[in-house]
């Protein structure tokens, strides 16, 4: 089996890419997508045996969030050529968060989403840390919202195309007097895209996992971003109208 580096998000707040090195789960604790503040990198131990956990509904702990992953991204259901969004041997991960839905379930059920852009499929999972057990389904064209990974990694793919960002970087020096080399310089948040009868240009991406974004100025407003979106599974800027 392939040893994986998961990518994480904890509680609904994104949290960057993570690697384990030297038995420890490396999590950037602020991601470049948030705004001009570099990550910063915080340790979380790789458990692979049940730690002690909580209540049924409590916040989840650092063991029990790893201990989470290594269930979810080690299950059967995760194919063996899965990949992340920047071509790691890893699925992406999306989504870690305490169950709420069956109230009378007593067990410590944890959520996780994950994609897999070899396959293009999304993996949603139920992870009982009570048993140690995962229930998993998949299905393409499911395109939940993108992590800060996702974001950061559109946003590179699209200030590389030239032809697509120049209008977006001649406005930003138009606002700023400066050149747009970095997503520091921007507040930046994204969306999944996925095209509807009223959008063109935009087809693949009924399939392909795409994002499209806001770019928001520090201190000012929005650069005008309605004209394209990226395609992760291509790594291409998309022209839509």
């Known amino acids: ?24 789960l ?14 910063e990198s915080g340790e979380v131990a790789v458990v692979t045996d049940k730690p002690e956990l909580g209540a049924a509904r409590d916040p989840l702990s650092e063991a029990e969030l790893s201990y989470a992953l290594h269930l979810a991204t080690s ?66 064209g499911v395109q939940p919202p993108p992590s800060a990974d996702e974001v950061d990694f559109a946003f590179t793919t699209f200030l590389a195309d030239e032809a697509a960002s120049a209008a977006v970087k001649a406005e930003f020096v138009e606002i700023t007097g400066a050149q747009l080399e970095s997503i520091d310089q921007l507040g930046v948040s ?27 100025v520090p201190g000012g407003g929005y650069l005008d971003t309605t004209a394209f979106v990226v395609d ?10």
């Open 1 to 24: 089996m392939k040893k994986r580096a998961p990518y994480v998000i904890a509680g609904g707040a994104a949290v960057a890419a993570a690697a384990i090195i030297g038995g420890f």
């Open 26 to 39: 490396a999590i950037p604790a602020v991601s470049g997508a948030t705004g001009a503040v570099a990550s």
């Open 75 to 140: 299950d059967s259901s995760i194919p063996e050529d899965v990949t992340s969004v920047d071509g790691s041997e890893s699925p992406q991960v999306l989504s870690v968060d305490v169950a709420t839905r069956d109230v009378d379930n007593g067990d410590r059920i944890v959520d996780v989403v994950l994609y897999d852009y070899s396959s293009n499929k999304t993996f949603v999972q139920a992870v009982d840390l009570t048993d140690g057990t995962v229930e998993s389904t998949s299905r393409e």
């Open 190 to 216: 994204g969306g999944a895209f996925v095209p509807d009868a009223g959008s063109l240009g935009g087809e693949a991406c009924a399939l392909d996992r795409c994002v499209e974004m806001q770019f928001r």
């Open 232 to 241: 992760l599974s291509t790594r291409s800027v998309i022209g839509i109208r």
